[in-house]
């Protein structure tokens, strides 16, 4: 597997990695320019992300923004809805809050800060990246 992790605050970003490399391969963006290249590459190179750990505000570009242009660039690769990359979001939010940006902002799923590796393994597993 493969992930990319795209979370400006370092320890919350060392949480996902610590996380998701003992599922597989972690790439890691620091802003909004570098998550849509990363994903550019790994659709060109073949080598996808089976997910990616994104905070709603990323330097240079915020969430909702970053996520279009993946949507984007899964469409016109002539990629349908079931094969869309689990884009999964992580911010400071009450829940309410976070289930507001996950509708409007397309996410797959969100989880709210402070992450914890409970938190994440739950998410993937109720996605089914991991069983």
Same mark, same amino acid.
């Given at each position: 597997?493969? %992930?990319?992790?795209?979370? +400006? @605050? ?8 610590? !996380?998701? *490399?003992? /599922?597989?391969?972690?790439?890691? =963006?620091? !802003? +909004? =320019?570098?998550?849509?290249? =990363? %994903? ?8 996808? /992300? @089976?997910?990616? /750990? ?9 969430? $909702? ?10 469409? @016109?690769? +002539?990629?349908? %809805?079931? $094969?869309? !990359? ?8 009450? *829940?309410? $809050?976070?289930? *507001? =940006?996950?509708?409007?902002?397309? %996410? &797959? ?6 992450? !914890? &590796? ?6 993937? &597993?109720?996605? +089914?990246?991991?069983?």
């Amino acid at each position: 597997m493969k %992930f990319l992790i795209a979370e +400006g @605050d370092l320890c919350q970003r060392e949480v996902i990695e610590k !996380t998701v *490399e003992n /599922f597989g391969e972690c790439c890691v =963006a620091e !802003t +909004g =320019a570098q998550v849509v290249d =990363a %994903f550019v590459d790994s659709l060109k190179s073949n080598d996808v /992300f @089976d997910a990616v /750990f994104m905070s709603a505000n990323m330097p240079g570009m915020d969430g $909702q923004c970053i996520l279009r242009k993946i949507r984007e660039i899964e469409k @016109d690769e +002539g990629l349908g %809805f079931s $094969q869309e !990359t689990p884009v999964i979001i992580t911010e400071v939010l009450s *829940e309410e $809050q976070a289930l *507001e =940006a996950y509708l409007r902002g397309n %996410f &797959t799923s969100y989880i709210i800060k402070p992450l !914890t &590796t409970d938190k994440i393994i739950a998410e993937m &597993t109720m996605l +089914g990246l991991i069983v």
